[in-house]
């Protein structure tokens, strides 16, 4: 696609339920990252994918996350028994070779609330 | 100590200034510095990369590296209002793949 497409844009859900935020990147781009960013917080570096393999899930929080990749496109991030803490804007990011020469390009972002 | 430090401001400046951010990072090694445009409700947008020390320039946009001083900035000439935004500071260190953001300097430029 031309761009890093995200979706939902917004995402309102219960504490406790789980929530699958999808990101479809750059056709092309080998590598993608998934951050999150919470009101007045930096960018906060979750996961990071090279083709379908995850090198480096360092910034994962707990083990209700969980993220896949698959046919080096389209990846899934999974939120189980969702905290409010959790809520904050979750971005995909892509770019054509790892190390993010050159820059990212990032997605419009999913919103994710939690009540 | 945050790898990447960035005065979160509000920085305020009149119209056709000149808007000067700053940014330091704490890893020697670093190797490729960034500067992020962020509107706010939107993401980030990528304003210009520099990898060498000195100066790189791109329109109004000028970025320095100082690997010496461990810092870099970000020069916007001509200040405009629609420059008004968050710009976020990002670094890749020689080992990594992915970039460590500072948490951004708010920019506001008054007509």
């Known amino acids: 696609g031309a761009g890093v497409s995200q979706s939902p844009s917004n995402k309102v859900t219960e504490k406790g339920k789980d929530v699958e935020l999808r990101c479809d990147p750059i056709s092309g781009h080998t590598a993608l990252y998934w951050y999150r960013q919470s009101l007045g917080q930096g960018l906060e570096f979750l996961i990071y994918f090279q083709g379908n393999s995850a090198p480096d899930k360092s910034g994962l929080p707990s083990d209700r996350f969980s993220a896949e990749r698959t046919g080096g496109s389209v990846s899934t991030l999974t939120i189980q028994r969702t905290q409010q803490e959790d809520s904050a804007v979750y971005l995909c990011?892509?770019?054509?070779?790892?190390?993010?020469?050159?820059?990212?390009?990032f997605g419009s972002g999913t919103r994710l609330t939690v009540v | 100590q945050k790898e990447v430090e960035q005065n979160s401001g509000p920085l305020s400046v009149p119209e056709g200034a000149i808007a000067s951010l700053n940014c330091t990072y704490s890893?020697?090694?670093?190797?490729?510095f960034f500067w992020y445009r962020q509107y706010s409700g939107k993401s980030p947008e990528l304003i210009m990369f520099i990898y060498s020390n000195g100066d790189k320039e791109d329109g109004r946009f000028t970025a320095q590296l100082n690997k010496a001083s461990q810092y870099v900035s970000l020069l916007i000439r001509d200040s405009q209002p629609s420059d008004s935004a968050t710009y976020l500071c990002a670094v890749i260190k020689d080992t990594g793949n992915q970039f460590y953001f500072g948490t951004g300097t708010s920019l506001t430029v008054i007509p």
């Open positions: 890893d020697r090694g670093s190797q490729s």
């Open positions: 990011a892509s770019s054509f070779v790892s190390g993010g020469v050159g820059g990212y390009t």
